[in-house]
């Protein structure tokens, strides 16, 4: 799977592409301590759709979601969002696409104890020095459920309701796509549940493109496609997932993980 992505273009003519990577490798160390952890991966991740990515542990899916959304430096390949090619870029102009294109929802929701749940979500606006679009800040709090807590701080919320101020930052400056890292890896079954029901809401009703890093096959099921990844390598694909299908591709990884 090391074509270049783009030309899955030609199997969705409708469809722009917001994020896509071309032989992306990532190298740590050098000698006997090099570690390989994405090798020559050719992915692209499509408008208006929700891709889970997947595998076993140490299998490079942070790796490619790191390289895939500036946060992390490839060792050789190209990484694009929209048309940009990020390595064309320099510090600032990274910091400033990051901040205005790409969302970002962690395993940690990181947000500022001493600011209210309203200030958090519009925080990446204000760093900007840009003022919030109300109609679409309005529409953004509705969708999460959040209308009646935006004077709270984090430490009055539970997690779930901390982890939907978190999505809620990551969609308010409408960005062309948002990744997350395991978002729901610190909440209960319901919790993550209704966190993905948003993500899922984001890209039914918004428009919205999401990546999410997972290990649950349960999360996976709420996504449009589900990627796999081994040894650094991409070595499936499955489209309108469902728990069970992904947890028996994922049984086969432990099989061979055993057997190896």
């Not at 209210?116 to 800040?137: K, S, Y």
């Not at 400056?173 to 899922?200: C, H």
Request: aromatic share 4%.
């Amino acid at each position: 799977m090391t074509a270049d992505p783009l030309a899955l273009h030609a199997l969705h003519p409708t469809t722009g592409i917001a994020a896509a990577t071309t032989d992306l490798s990532k190298v740590y160390g050098s000698g006997d301590t090099q570690v390989v952890a994405l090798d020559r991966v050719g992915i692209a991740f499509r408008e208006g759709e929700f891709t889970a990515i997947m595998g076993p542990s140490g299998c490079g899916k942070s790796t490619l979601m790191h390289c895939a959304a500036g946060l992390d430096s490839p060792t050789s390949g190209s990484v694009r969002i929209g048309t940009t090619e990020l390595s064309t870029l320099n510090d600032r102009q990274l910091t400033e696409l990051r901040r205005d294109r790409i969302g970002f929802i962690f395993q940690a929701f990181n947000l500022l104890p001493t600011l209210t749940a309203l200030e958090n979500i519009t925080l990446p606006l204000a760093i900007a020095g840009r003022r919030p679009d109300r109609q679409w800040l309005d529409r953004v709090v509705s969708m999460v459920g959040l209308s009646r807590r935006l004077d709270h701080r984090p430490a009055q919320l539970s997690g779930g309701q901390q982890q939907r101020v978190a999505v809620a930052r990551a969609l308010v400056s409408r960005p062309a796509i948002i990744f997350g890292d395991e978002p729901t890896g610190n909440l209960d079954s319901r919790a993550g549940a209704e966190v993905l029901g948003f993500l899922r809401d984001s890209v039914r009703e918004l428009g919205q493109t999401v990546v999410m890093v997972t290990h649950d096959p349960v999360a996976a099921g709420y996504a449009d496609r589900v990627v796999f990844l081994s040894d650094g390598h991409l070595v499936d694909e499955m489209t309108r997932p469902t728990p069970d299908r992904v947890l028996d591709v994922m049984k086969n990884f432990d099989t061979r993980s055993r057997t190896s």
